[in-house]
């Protein structure tokens, strides 16, 4: 038995006596003896050789704090860093309810015992229908690459064929998850990802190139709008109506916060859309605030295929009350199914509360205004950017929130402008220009409403100063 | 939902005097003699109070006297009164009982697979609710005690909502005479609809629960893709092995073996000498259910498929189906096989990939028995 | 001894924030772009084909009726706020002091593309985590990239592919062995990974035998998939056989550590011989599971298996870190970035907190509490013990069967567990599928509450059971005492009641009477 002279304040039996009053009421003579199952042999032979303990409160967080201090962060330097993450602003309301107890150590419970946690559930999947025009919303999985993997999947039970086509220029983050979702090529089960070309001038999908790869084999078309690198996809009705002229599923990929300004997908034949839960309330923390939806219309076909938690609210037993449960299809008689359907666990479903507290905040005229505020500033970044001696923007008007930003008339590498940039509190959009694009020593940039007409003064500024 | 409620007054009897089940008069008149007290009219009616209880004046019909009537003594209920006036005390009360309440939604009956056999044999489709009181109780029917039975009614009668049909739940029995010898014979004799509970339960915190039946079919469908075209397939009687036939488009026969050559039934119902004359010259597969709680494998209820072809066929040319549900809830882990001669059973013992759905298979041990 | 809460469950009647607010109220503004903007780019730059015209039909309540109405939703939600023995998930005491320097702008406000270079101080956490994680269980390199435990185990398949891949031999090592009580995330993720699924059945011990499992495995074999002790407190002691026959067959063997806390300090995956092997940070470790997640499954390795890891691998150079994303046999990412980071950080914290005496010293309590709650639910009559011919002391959780109550009284063990609530006892848990015991429940007593704690938890139980045989009805229709009455079930099956929306349920109730008022 361990040794502790002093109780743990986190564990009440390490009081003196606790355990032996235990084992006394067991019948136990030792604490060995309760591990009476596992075998002599299997205990491990090396000691347990940890790090010293940090028995105060005083000492851990004093090892945290000074651990942290050593991190550069977005409030103190000026980051334009995006692509799978994004700095907005996270309302202070936000942070108080995610920071609840009750929402922070609830593990299952009961539809009645953790009722306000289920419809706060019910309510991230109502507002975010209401901005998407579709009637079914899951809560959320492990990150928007999840997501497209999950619902990618679904096409292929929906349509049993195993062929998706998708952007020549997809996020390398997120593809790596569709193809590890998509599994290798040596497996029955593998589904094919083909990319489509895009076009040169606008940054949107190749409707010719995409028509040539269209066919009755094709289980689903992916796209996202605004795409990885910002553009805005106009033609989204015409590809939608190509996919479904083959029999194919419609899937895409939507900045949630865009939807104040652009077109919900469920208006332009979108099937399942996707997209990031992180721009709804949720801080960056490094990549651990990431989380994926799928959405859909209410039929059947793509009700019965979803993976996770759908949330459905109901009668209970009171008259006129309602609650909140899981939707269970399952239990259907569906037996035709070809596959299963996929797995899921524990997620990521405070940030679904999050999402929900913050779109209650901002409400219709908020999303507006946020979309508004987020592209009229990307716009005047970028159109300032293009002033800065040998500096082009890729696609110039056609962008949301991120736009890509080409260096090669500088004659530096955007590793060195972005080496330079941070020297002077700056760090510079993420370095594209080994992602295989042919758009050669480029950046993409991301301007949200944290960035203020002075920031980006300050950016071209700094930019003119290192390029100089 | 209109409720119709029957007692066979002697199920049951057997149990208490050593006897494995009073099929027949003479075995219910030897049990009478040895001292049995029936108790299917008292479970009947802890099932009835608890339907009271919930459904104060809950609408029922039940079979004249001791068949029914008898055991609502005192129970807030409003009865309809049917039925044959005088006992026989054969299979015949029964069937006629239910005859007279053909136009009921479900017909709830107290005793064991001896009645579930007679009730299912003139329900004609109604639904059928056991409430368990016999020695045998095999069969698909059953709610797990008296209350559970009387809880059922009265979600049937006053919150119907709550309640699903299954169409295929397996109506077994055990030949009592082969019983008494020492030989538990499980055989099957139909499928019933039956009422089960919707469940309101915990969901998975894993995600989904796992759709058992729709998992079989997948796994059959997936079986009939590999077939081979030339080989005979030999279909087993029951609900799991004839998922291969029905994957397969064909209308397999409930009760009896089928065979199947290039995905097609081109034999129904078949007995042994007729599958030799099928197999002559094929290579031989034989697709088999597990009977439920006894895990029969092969020797109770197929022995249509006779030992020659099992031989042939070998363990490896078994094709075993089954819900994980099922072999989770056997009593013993392990498959039995009684196929008359010892030392195939012998060979036979092992262990066995049983498929549980498309991709999943279960390994089970063979013991003959 | 504590006695028996008289608890009240808040009931506030909370509307749907669909419901609630008023035309043109608003919860956050946001300022107009700023002149200069405005003048040099103009206005409606959203091409006209996608420009949106209609307005989102979200609620317009203020930036108080936002926070008091997600109050009133957290208070009437249980949570830890009573006593929770919630098997399968080790309840335990999650750190404020680590929570909130989580919250802090230098993790908070961190983007995961920033140079390396600003990004020490939380690298150099994950490389000494790593560093406590070896230590726990003798693999080489761990990695946090997976949201949870089902996405550690699908990152052993993942990881499984791109081996047998590199080998040549992915066509032939279809097969992933694994026991019927193991997690239901283990086949699934196996099978989603492409993999095909071999269960074994328990034996007569109470784990699946040696021998099914020797003619299970074969060249077909990629991996297998197992936890010890399972969720019934059994130790399989044949661990070390298994992991030779199945090496032996060349397969790849996984410990899925989710039951880690009654064998933590105990026992090393490595030196049972296993390749690979996986920790919840959410459960064992301290981290809050905050209802499903954000969560991590750690993922542990040999160094034969660290090269198909998925990227990025914190590599330490010298005296800096790094993040290396050039492995080219990487099996590919399982989701992006490097994982949930502030979860890691708490578990850090909590590792070292508890520091090696205090881990020992956990799972020593974990184990003994457990058999003294064992002990006094055993004196309840109308309980039963699953697998009840095995003596010997269960490990760190036991699974219950509540099937002689049900046979007596009728009351099942949903019942119970929602009459469990009016206490202000979390419903516990009840088991995975399949079902292998009858009525079940798996309690789990654990290192942080106190024995009278667990005195109480037993008490709730014994008057319910007592409740059960002089009044089952009240047991079955409860709770009582809760936010909302029990939920009607039909609807979640039925999907001309489903409603995942608050726009789908306005469709299917429009004609039929109103549910509900508007606040």
Not at chain 2, 27 to 43: D, F, N, Q, W
Not at chain 2, 109 to 127: H, P, Q
Not at chain 2, 281 to 293: A, E, M, P, Y
Not at chain 3, 226 to 240: A, L, Q, S, T, V
Request: aromatic share 6%; net charge negative; proline share 5%.
């Amino acid at each position: 038995m361990a040794t502790n002279t002093r109780a743990h304040p986190w564990m009440a039996n390490s009081a003196p006596g606790a355990i032996q009053a235990m084992l006394d009421e067991i019948g136990a003579s030792s604490v060995d003896e309760v591990f009476e199952q596992i075998p002599k042999d299997h205990f491990r032979s090396a000691p347990l050789d940890l790090p010293p303990i940090l028995s105060s409160e005083v000492e851990l967080k004093r090892d945290l704090v000074s651990k942290l201090k050593k991190n550069e962060d977005c409030e103190t330097n000026l980051s334009f860093l995006g692509a799978g993450v994004w700095q907005h602003h996270v309302p202070a309301v936000v942070d108080e309810i995610v920071g609840r107890t009750e929402f922070a150590t609830n593990v299952w419970g009961s539809y009645q015992s953790d009722h306000g946690r289920n419809q706060s559930w019910f309510e991230f999947s109502s507002q975010l229908g209401a901005l998407l025009n579709l009637d079914v919303v899951q809560l959320p999985v492990y990150s928007w690459g999840c997501a497209i993997g999950h619902s990618i999947r679904m096409a292929q039970r929906i349509t049993g064929r195993s062929r998706v086509l998708i952007s020549q220029l997809s996020d390398p983050e997120r593809l790596s998850v569709i193809q590890t979702y998509c599994q290798p090529t040596e497996m029955d089960s593998h589904i094919e990802v083909q990319q489509v070309a895009v076009d040169p001038l606008s940054g949107r999908m190749d409707i010719s190139d995409l028509a040539s790869k269209m066919g009755d084999d094709v289980a689903a078309v992916y796209f996202e709008n605004p795409a990885y690198l910002g553009t805005i996809e106009t033609e989204a009705v015409k590809i939608a109506s190509m996919a479904r002229f083959a029999g194919a599923e419609t899937i895409v990929g939507v900045d949630p916060l865009s939807l104040g300004v652009m077109t919900a997908p469920g208006d332009y034949g979108a099937d399942i859309v996707t997209g990031p839960v992180q721009p709804l309330g949720v801080h960056m923390q490094c990549g651990g605030g990431v989380g994926g939806f799928i959405a859909s219309r209410d039929e059947e076909k793509y009700v019965l295929e979803y993976n996770g938690f759908l949330v459905s609210i109901v009668e209970t037993m009171k008259k006129g009350e309602v609650g909140f449960g899981l939707a269970c299809p399952h239990q259907n008689s569906y037996g035709s199914r070809e596959h299963g359907k996929d797995w899921t666990g524990n997620s990521t479903y405070l940030w679904a509360i999050a999402g929900a507290v913050y779109m209650s905040l901002l409400g219709p005229e908020g999303f507006r205004e946020l979309g508004n505020l987020i592209v009229s500033r990307a716009r005047y970044a970028a159109k300032c950017l293009a002033d800065v001696p040998g500096i082009q923007i890729v696609w110039p008007n056609s962008t949301f929130k991120e736009f890509v930003v080409n260096f090669d008339d500088t004659g530096k590498k955007v590793a060195e402008v972005n080496d330079l940039l941070r020297e002077r509190g700056i760090f510079g959009g993420k370095d594209i220009s080994k992602e295989n694009n042919a758009l050669g020593q480029s950046a993409l940039y991301c301007v949200t409403e944290v960035h203020t007409a002075a920031d980006i003064r300050r950016l071209v500024r700094t930019l003119k100063e290192v390029l100089s | 939902m209109q409720i119709g409620v029957v007692v066979n007054p002697f199920a049951g009897l057997g149990g208490a005097v050593g006897l494995k089940g009073t099929d027949g008069p003479d075995s219910v008149a030897k049990a009478l003699r040895l001292g049995a007290r029936a108790k299917s009219g008292e479970r009947a009616r802890v099932a009835l109070a608890h339907l009271a209880e919930r459904v104060p004046g809950a609408e029922l019909t039940l079979a004249r006297g001791e068949m029914g009537e008898d055991w609502c003594e005192g129970l807030d209920l409003s009865l309809t009164i049917t039925g044959p006036t005088a006992l026989t005390g054969t299979a015949r009360d029964t069937k006629e009982a239910v005859r007279a309440m053909r136009d009921r939604d479900v017909i709830v009956f107290a005793g064991g697979d001896g009645t579930a056999r007679d009730i299912a044999s003139v329900a004609g489709g109604i639904g059928i609710l056991g409430i368990p009181c016999g020695v045998k109780m095999h069969s698909g029917v059953f709610g797990v005690n008296p209350r559970a039975a009387g809880a059922m009614m009265a979600d049937l009668v006053a919150n119907p909502k709550r309640v699903d049909f299954v169409e295929d739940a397996e109506v077994m029995d055990i030949d009592e005479d082969a019983l008494r010898n020492g030989v538990l014979a499980p055989r099957l004799y139909g499928l019933a609809r039956v009422p089960i509970s919707r469940s309101l339960m915990q969901a998975a915190k894993g995600g989904p629960r796992l759709n058992s039946a729709g998992a079989l079919s997948s796994a059959a469908a997936e079986i009939v893709a590999e077939m081979d075209v030339e080989t005979l397939y030999i279909i087993g009687p029951g609900t799991s092995a004839q998922s291969v036939a029905k994957a397969a488009g064909q209308t397999a026969s409930t009760l009896g073996v089928d065979a199947m050559i290039g995905r097609k039934i081109v034999a129904h119902d078949v007995d042994d000498a007729s599958l030799l004359r099928l197999a002559k010259g094929r290579k031989l597969r034989i697709v088999l259910g597990v009977t439920g709680q006894q895990g029969f494998l092969l020797g109770r209820g197929n022995q249509q498929i006779g030992a020659k072809l099992v031989r042939r066929a070998g363990r490896e040319g078994l094709m075993i189906l089954a819900t994980e549900e099922k072999l989770t809830q056997l009593s013993q882990p392990r498959l039995l096989v009684d196929t008359g001669e010892p030392d195939l059973d012998l060979q036979l013992a092992g262990f066995v990939r049983v498929t549980t759905g498309k991709r999943r298979k279960m390994m089970m041990r063979i013991d003959s028995c | 001894m504590k006695s028996i809460p008289e608890f009240r469950s808040a009931k506030w009647n909370e509307p749907v924030v669909m419901e609630m607010g008023r035309s043109g109220s608003r919860g956050q503004l946001f300022p107009a772009p700023e002149d200069e903007v405005t003048e040099a780019v103009g206005i409606d730059l959203i091409p006209a084909a996608m420009q949106r015209k209609d307005r989102a039909a979200l609620p317009e309540i203020t930036e108080f009726e936002a926070q008091r109405h997600y109050l009133h939703l957290s208070q009437m939600t249980l949570g830890m706020m009573g006593v929770s023995l919630f098997g399968t998930c080790t309840m335990k005491y999650n750190s404020k002091t680590a929570e909130y320097a989580t919250l802090r702008p230098e993790l908070a406000e961190v983007h995961p593309y920033q140079h390396p270079d600003t990004l020490q101080g939380v690298l150099e956490i994950f490389d000494d985590f790593n560093g406590i994680l070896q230590n726990l269980s003798g693999m080489d390199q761990f990695i946090f990239q997976a949201g949870g435990g089902a996405d550690a185990a699908y990152t052993m398949a993942a990881v499984a592919r791109a081996y047998w891949r590199d080998k040549g031999k992915l066509h032939q090592r279809t097969e992933m062995v694994t026991s019927v009580q193991a997690h239901p995330c283990n086949p699934a993720t196996a099978a989603a990974a492409g993999f095909n699924v071999v269960n074994l059945p328990l034996e007569d011990n109470g784990y699946p035998s040696l021998e099914a499992l020797k003619a299970a495995v074969s060249e077909k074999t990629a991996l297998i998939m197992i936890n010890n002790p399972d969720d019934m407190g059994i130790y399989n002691p044949e661990i070390k056989e298994w992991v030779k026959v199945a090496k032996d067959a060349g397969a790849l063997c996984f410990y899925d550590h989710a039951n880690f806390n009654g064998v933590m300090g105990k026992l090393s995956a490595r030196e049972l011989g296993f390749d690979a092997c996986m920790f919840m940070l959410h459960k064992t470790f301290g981290a809050p599971k905050a209802g499903g997640g954000p969560a991590v499954g750690a993922y542990g390795c040999t160094k034969e298996l660290a090269p198909y890891l998925p990227c990025p691998v914190v590599v330490k150079h010298g005296n800096s870190y790094i993040l290396d994303e050039d492995r080219p046999k990487s099996s590919g990412k399982v989701r992006e970035f490097w994982g949930n980071v502030p979860q890691v950080v708490r578990a850090y914290a909590w590792a070292r907190a508890m520091g090696a005496d205090g881990i020992n010293l956990a799972s020593d309590i974990s184990v003994v509490a457990n058999n003294y709650m064992d002990k006094k639910l055993g004196e309840i009559v109308g309980l039963e013990i699953s697998n009840p011919k095995i003596n010997a002391h269960r490990m760190e959780m036991t699974r219950w069967s509540l099937a002689p109550l049900t046979e007596e009284t009728g009351v099942s063990t949903v019942d119970f567990a929602n009459r469990l609530a009016d206490f202000g006892i979390d419903p516990y848990w009840m088991s995975h599928e399949p079902w292998i015991v009858a009525e079940p429940f798996t309690p789990e007593a654990g290192e942080l509450w106190s024995k009278e704690d667990i005195d109480m938890w037993i008490g709730v139980i014994a008057q319910i059971v007592q409740e059960a045989r002089t009044n089952p009805e009240f047991v079955k229709t409860a709770p009582h005492n809760q936010a909302i009455a029990q939920v009607k079930g039909d609807a979640f099956e039925d999907p001309a009641k489903w409603a995942m929306t608050w726009r789908a349920y306005k469709r299917k109730v429009q004609g039929s009477t109103k549910v509900k008022g508007v606040a």
